[in-house]
């Protein structure tokens, strides 16, 4: 290697970060963002016409009659009052 | 085929910590090579490499080979769009040697003279000089970065280096120290 070849591959000059990767990585967060609320966008912009033709009615009819029957069913007395004591167990033993 | 770079790897997998390490690795090189080919000018050579950078996450997943290549590739393009919204600059034309080369005063300028020198060559030339000299890429690697056949990287290499010889003539007589 001449001379000349070794001055022409002296390695480019240093150039320090001073805060360029951390510019970077903030307009890469801030495209992530946008990418992301893009795509919700596209989610309620695709859910929206579905949200009018849905049947809320007759779910509530629905509903209307179930709920009654369910909140009368032991099954679910017994589930909602074992939910209510291991709270109530779980604040009492916490103030010990 | 995929990169051999298993930053890049994990990166194109969704690890956006992963692509924060390739920033902070190779920001340094990748400033150094657009600084030379914007002439020196700081500003538009970080523009450029902040948007260098984002387009590669962007297309992360489609890096092949070296990253610091492909890096440079994009570098390279986004330089030549940017060069021809800017002013009609030769991009791969021969420009004139001055025949007023000044003598050296002093050999500790020499550095300074070949920056001097390479701001006088095409971009094509000066890209190609800097990948294969300054940042050790091999013909082909410099051709795949600059998106362009072996035979032109070569010609555009023997021609720049025939130019900033007869430019740095003088530093040549006393001796490079």
């Known amino acids: 290697m001449t001379q000349f070849d070794e001055l022409l ?14 510019q970077v990585m903030r307009r890469i967060a801030l ?28 779910i509530g009819m629905t509903l209307g009659t179930l709920l009654p029957h369910i909140a009368g069913s032991l099954a679910v007395q017994l589930a909602v009052a074992v939910v209510v004591l291991t709270l109530l167990g779980e604040r009492a033993y916490s103030k010990l | 085929m995929a990169t051999n770079d298993p930053l890049a790897r994990l990166a194109a997998a969704g690890d956006t910590a992963a692509f924060g390490v390739l920033v902070r690795l190779h920001q340094g090189r990748l400033r150094g090579f657009l600084l030379r080919l914007t002439k020196g000018d700081a500003a538009q050579a970080d523009d450029l490499a902040q948007e260098t950078f984002l387009e ?14 492909w890096l440079c590739a994009i570098a390279w393009s986004r330089f030549l769009m940017e060069a021809r919204k800017r002013k009609p600059e030769p991009l791969d034309e021969a420009q004139e040697v001055p025949d007023d080369v000044p003598e050296p005063e002093n050999a500790s300028l020499a550095k300074l003279d070949l920056e ?15 990948l294969c000299f300054a940042l050790g890429f091999s013909h ?38």
Request: glycine share 6%; proline share 7%.
């Open chain 2, 140 to 177: 082909d690697e410099a051709a795949a970065a600059l998106n362009m056949p072996l035979g032109t990287v070569k010609s555009h290499l023997s021609r720049g280096r025939e130019k900033v010889a007869a430019l740095l003539a003088p530093w040549r007589r006393i001796g490079v120290s």
């Open chain 1, 31 to 58: 495209e992530k963002l946008r990418r992301q609320g893009a795509l919700a966008a596209v989610v309620v912009l695709c859910l929206a016409p579905a949200l009018f033709v849905f049947p809320w009615h007759e």
């Open chain 2, 116 to 130: 001097k020198a390479f701001a006088l060559l095409p971009p094509a030339q000066r890209a190609a000089l800097t």
């Open chain 1, 9 to 22: 591959s002296a390695p480019l000059p240093a150039v320090a970060d001073n805060g360029f990767s951390v």
């Open chain 2, 56 to 69: 590669a996450f962007r297309k992360v997943a489609q890096c092949e080979g070296s990253f610091f290549g």
